[in-house]
């Protein structure tokens, strides 16, 4: 089962504008990092966020955490043709023996219209 | 530094056979880790090496199994393969310490005939 789960699913916007996404989880963690991945190819990371940040931001990139709702969200800005991906959240929830294992969402696909 | 390598890009097999799937770190990253990714499951965990042991497992059947040598290049390997194989396998490569981003390569698409 997801442990992440992104919405919405697909999100169709023109250039320009802003794209939110949003991504909620089930059990406490440890930090959270959203990625991005081009159609086909492996993913990229964007940012990562520990759980006691609520807020943080990278070029365009402004990501906010809340760990009462267990949610987070991804704002891109001023959006570019170039923005046109899917993005994934990644959590890591305890696992057993204490180990690590980025466990990632369905993902939201973006696309920006020129 | 170069990426995290992935061979080979494109990979077509029919059932019943099996596959290799080779991943080259990041120079100095020890960790490895696998992923299937299919439209419906999206991204799957398979498993994770470090320093040549399986450290993590996900729920996968015994057909998929991999290693990892002392260089940290990483192989994974699926027997008797089936249509519902056919997937994105990911490679993403870290230093190991845990709870740091992961650098993933491009991917080797499988298509099971």
């Known amino acids: 089962s997801q442990q992440g789960e992104e919405d919405p699913q697909a999100l169709s916007i023109q250039e320009g504008e802003n794209a939110t996404m949003n991504c909620s989880y089930k059990?406490?963690?440890?930090?959270l990092q959203w990625y991005r991945q081009n159609s086909g190819r492996g993913l990229v990371h964007l940012i990562l966020?520990?759980?006691?940040?609520r807020e943080k931001h990278s070029g365009r990139l402004r990501v906010t955490l809340d760990t009462s709702k267990k949610s987070s969200s991804l704002l891109i800005t001023a959006s570019r043709a170039a923005d046109t991906a899917s993005y994934f959240c990644a959590t890591d929830p305890p696992a057993s023996g204490g180990s690590y294992i980025p466990t990632f969402g369905r993902g939201t696909s973006l696309i920006v219209h020129p | 530094k170069a990426g995290v390598t992935q061979t080979p890009r494109y990979l077509i097999k029919t059932r019943g056979q099996q596959v290799t799937l080779s991943c080259s770190p990041i120079s100095g990253h020890r960790s490895v880790s696998w992923y299937q990714q299919t439209p419906g499951q999206g991204l799957q965990f398979l498993f994770e090496?470090?320093?040549?042991?399986?450290?993590n497992k996900g729920n996968f059947p015994g057909r998929f199994s991999g290693r990892q040598f002392s260089n940290s290049r990483s192989e994974m390997n699926v027997s008797t393969l089936e249509l519902g194989d056919s997937a994105l396998y990911l490679c993403?490569?870290?230093?190991?310490?845990?709870?740091?981003?992961?650098?993933f390569g491009s991917g080797t698409q499988l298509s099971v005939l």
């Open positions: 090496y470090f320093s040549e042991t399986q450290r």
């Open positions: 059990t406490s963690i440890n930090n």
């Open positions: 966020i520990r759980s006691n940040e």
């Open positions: 993403a490569s870290s230093l190991g310490q845990g709870r740091e981003k992961l650098f």
